[in-house]
Nanobody, 118 residues
Framework: QVQLVESGGGLVQAGGSLRLSCAVSRNIFSINAMGWYRQAPGKQRELVARITNGGSTTYAESVKGRFTASRDNAMNTVYLQMNSLKPEDTAVYYC????????????WGQGTQVTVSS
């Protein structure tokens, strides 16, 4: 079992920055991939960024060059640094963990609201 707790959301003006954190309840070396997803009202949840336990990252096209995913292995925490925020980035952001152990396990945090005003 993996518990994920997000923090760092809030209200920011367009062009501003926020850093989201996701505290993980176990050693993140044991987690194959950590991801950040978001869901805006009336829209499907979408992948924003993913970082593997090897440190490889992937990003949605809409956030490339603006968002950076990182991990602090000592703190069992992953981060999403969001710069040059736009109103269309407004959504609930969720932390996600994928573990492969005989089969695939997937875990979600409770989400944190990010609101970008124009």
């Amino acid at each position: 079992q993996v518990q994920l707790v997000e923090s760092g959301g809030g209200l920011v003006q367009a062009g501003g920055s926020l850093r989201l954190s996701c505290a993980v309840s176990r050693n993140i070396f044991s987690i194959n991939a950590m991801g950040w997803y978001r869901q805006a009202p009336g829209k499907q949840r979408e992948l924003v960024a993913r970082i593997t336990n090897g440190g490889s990252t992937t990003y949605a096209e809409s956030v490339k060059g603006r968002f950076t995913a990182s991990r602090d292995n000592a703190m069992n925490t992953v981060y999403l640094q969001m710069n040059s925020l736009k109103p269309e980035d407004t959504a609930v952001y969720y932390c996600n963990a994928i573990v492969y152990l005989v089969r695939r396990y997937e875990y979600w945090g409770q989400g944190t609201q990010v609101t970008v005003s124009s």
